[in-house]
């Protein structure tokens, strides 16, 4: 059974950081790509960033560019987000989620969701 | 950024109803596109991918069609679980700038 756990989720001031976890299991964790998407309290979804199978590539929305980084262990079957300089506006529930096609082909549709870790932004 | 507008916001339907929920995009995005499902307190669950087929384990009164920039869900007959709000989103641009709709949430009449 694929099972994606987020965790990292706390409250933290304008101008902050925040790492945030995802532990994969139930499924080959390195042979797929990894999504972060985040859903504002009350909110419709947004997709914040793209990993590679290895790593190797990583992609961002104009949003949280240049704040953010994605990043992965494929020792560990781990994915990683981490948040700087925050915002008010990035106060959400952060998913990551599994690409659904394997290799090195984004196919960039989610498959399974993990249940979120919360950040709230606010001073 | 492409544009995702979902139409209507709220339907309101009773069990056994057809539902029809519309996505339109801003500019075209050939088939790339899928719907998802969510339930409150719960993670979104992928429905419908490459705008008409269905993810594994998703029953068969869903369908979507479209391509371009109009695109389609259907759900044949509502079952008291299909209540909740459905997400349209696009995968079309590259480098991504991958985008959903605002949702459209199914309700019970």
């Known amino acids: 059974e694929v099972q994606l756990v987020e965790s990292g989720g706390v409250v933290v001031q304008p101008g902050g950081s925040l790492r945030l976890s995802c532990a994969a299991s139930?499924?080959?964790?390195?042979?797929?790509?990894m999504h972060w998407v985040r859903q504002a309290p009350g909110k419709g979804l947004e997709w914040v960033s793209l990993?590679?199978?290895?790593?190797?590539?990583?992609y961002y929305a104009d949003s949280v560019k240049g704040r953010f980084t994605i990043s992965r262990d494929n020792s560990k079957n781990s994915l990683y987000l981490q948040m700087n300089s925050l915002r008010a506006e990035d106060t959400a529930l952060y998913y990551c989620?599994?690409?659904?096609?394997?290799?090195?082909?984004?196919?960039?549709?989610?498959?399974?969701w993990g249940q979120g870790t919360l950040v709230t932004v606010s001073s | 950024e492409i544009v995702l507008t979902q139409s209507p916001a709220t339907l309101s339907l009773s069990p056994g109803e057809r539902a029809t929920l519309s996505c339109r995009a801003s500019?075209?995005?050939?088939?790339?596109l899928a719907w998802y499902q969510q339930k409150p307190g719960q993670a979104p669950r992928l429905l419908i991918y490459?705008?008409?087929n269905r993810a594994t384990g998703i029953p068969a009164r869903f369908s979507g069609s479209g391509s371009g920039t109009d695109f389609t869900l259907t759900i044949s007959s509502l079952e008291p679980e299909d209540f909740a709000v459905y997400y349209c989103?696009?995968?079309?641009?590259?480098?991504?700038?991958?985008?959903f709709g605002q949702g459209t949430k199914v309700e019970i009449k």
């Open positions: 989620a599994k690409d659904i096609s394997s290799g090195s082909y984004y196919k960039g549709y989610f498959d399974y």
């Open positions: 139930g499924f080959t964790f390195d042979d797929y790509a």
């Open positions: 990993i590679s199978w290895d790593g190797g590539s990583t």
């Open positions: 500019q075209s995005v050939s088939s790339y």
């Open positions: 490459d705008a008409s």
């Open positions: 989103q696009q995968r079309s641009n590259w480098p991504p700038q991958w985008t």
